[in-house]
């Protein structure tokens, strides 16, 4: 079983950074997935970035350019910086683990973006 803890979200102004965080523990897949997911009030969740321990990162066009996402395997942690955030970015934002057929969801944390 893999368990993951989220923390780091937070009410902040449009323009404004946050810094999320993703603790991976339990049965690590040598090869897996750590990534971010959103869903805003009223709206389908939907992928915002992702992290393979490989190395290889990639994010929706939406935050390209203002967030990154990052991982320390050593930790099994995911990192999402998201800089010069909008109010379209609130929401609650979900961190999950894939590796093989094995899919597991965080709790979730909420992001506010005031205009």
């Known amino acids: 079983q893999v368990q993951l803890v989220e923390s780091g979200g937070g009410l902040v102004q449009a323009g404004g950074s946050l810094r999320l965080s993703c603790a991976a523990s339990?049965?690590?897949?040598?090869?897996?997935?750590l990534g971010w997911f959103r869903q805003a009030p009223g709206k389908q969740r939907e992928w915002v970035a992702g992290?393979?321990?490989?190395?290889?990162?990639n994010s929706a066009d939406s935050v390209k350019g203002r967030f990154t996402i990052s991982r320390e395997n050593a930790r099994n942690t995911v990192y999402l910086q998201m800089d010069n955030l909008k109010p379209e970015d609130t929401g609650v934002y979900y961190c999950h683990y894939q590796a093989g057929g094995s899919s597991v969801w965080g709790q979730g944390t909420q992001v506010t973006v005031s205009s």
């Open positions: 992290a393979i321990s490989t190395g290889t990162t």
């Open positions: 339990g049965s690590i897949g040598r090869i897996n997935i």
